[in-house]
């Protein structure tokens, strides 16, 4: 198969380094552009693609078949999303799970007006996870759901303990509590609290002469982020943060829990464990930005979730190819 689909990368951080790096693995794609905000001439890449500033981005109109929008949710979807969907078929991880209807309902006006497809909220939470929970409550509909994320790195949470007063740099760490995930796993469908599910682990390096005692109290007692959980928090040099936590792992399990018959257990399970958690979600966007391609051709416009999607629609395979090998 040829380079048939011409790819955008909107944003060159880890997740946009990550798209780069997998589109070399998939042969029915082409990197045609990289959009940045940065001054174009200081990027370094690994791929042959034009680099250009997002104010050139009418450059790439009718070169680009599917836009990859790589940066974060908070600041830069909310208006990259509807932006980039009037111009382009697109691809996006927007992960903030409240405000997603809100945010489909923008993208969707902005792609049926300009005729195009996009794919919004895609990776693995959202994303595969979610494909995932439908899935298990559709099985088995007496029953119940549970997820538990990591052990891994949130970047979320990690900028969170940086933004105190005193914190030079900081790695937060998602950790399960095994032996919640013993029970579910066990089918006893237990009530858990948000605190009985995770507890997070915290290293920080603090600025000279912070005061450490402040700082472990605001970041325990931050609402939305800590406040909920039990947590620790360990001071660290900047030598052994390089050491030892430099990367970004990343997992999580889904689960469902059900009763079939009179009362025969089952359960469901679907595990992640991530070296690398922006490549993972990169890999995801890409194969999701085949299935945008697909849905525009058969003039299927519009935003999307990853529950619209037909697997096939996410293979390079045909469907002949997948009945045979797969099937």
């Known amino acids: 198969m040829g380079n048939d689909i011409k790819i955008g ?16 693995q998939n042969p029915d794609m082409f990197l045609e552009a990289i959009l ?3 001054n174009p001439d200081d990027l370094v890449i690994k791929s042959t693609a034009k680099v250009l500033h997002v104010s050139e981005v009418d450059e790439c109109l009718n070169k680009i078949d599917v836009a990859i929008l790589c940066g974060g949710s908070a600041t830069d979807l909310p208006l990259q999303g509807p932006k980039f969907a009037s111009m382009f078929n697109t691809v996006d991880s ?41 899935i298990g409550e559709a099985v088995l509909p007496k029953g119940k759901s549970y997820t538990f ?4 790195v949130s970047q979320g949470h990690s900028d969170a303990i940086r933004r105190v007063k005193g914190v030079k740099d900081a790695r937060q760490y998602t950790m399960p509590i095994d032996a919640a995930l013993r029970r579910v796993r066990l089918g006893e469908n237990p009530k858990l609290t948000t605190r009985e599910k995770h507890w997070r682990d915290c290293y ?11 700082i472990v109290k605001e970041i325990i007692r931050m609402p939305n982020y800590f406040a909920d959980y039990d947590t620790k928090v360990a001071f660290i040099s900047e030598k052994e943060m390089m050491e030892k936590h430099s990367e970004m ?26 070296d690398c958690n922006p490549e993972f979600t990169a890999n995801v966007m890409v194969a999701c930005a085949r299935a945008a391609y697909r849905l525009n051709k058969e ?9 619209e999607i037909s697997p096939s629609y996410l293979s390079i395979r045909s469907l002949d190819e997948l009945r045979k090998a797969l099937l």
Do not use: C
């Open 9 to 24: 990368i909107v944003g060159y951080g880890n997740v946009g380094k990550g798209v780069e790096s997998v589109i070399e």
């Open 36 to 38: 940045t905000r940065r």
């Open 94 to 134: 927007y992960d903030t799970h409240a405000k997603i209807p809100e945010y489909f309902l923008s993208v969707d006006k902005a792609a049926r007006k300009a005729e195009k497809t996009s794919i919004i909220s895609t990776g693995w939470d959202p994303g595969l996870f979610s494909l995932l929970r439908v």
């Open 149 to 152: 994320w990591g052990p891994g």
């Open 204 to 214: 920080v390096i603090p600025e000279e002469g912070a005061d450490t005692e402040k």
């Open 249 to 274: 792992p990343h997992g999580g399990f889904v689960l469902r829990s059900g009763i079939t018959g009179g009362d025969n257990k089952q359960v469901m399970e679907f595990s992640l464990k991530l």
């Open 299 to 307: 003039g299927q416009i519009g935003a999307k979730t990853i529950f």
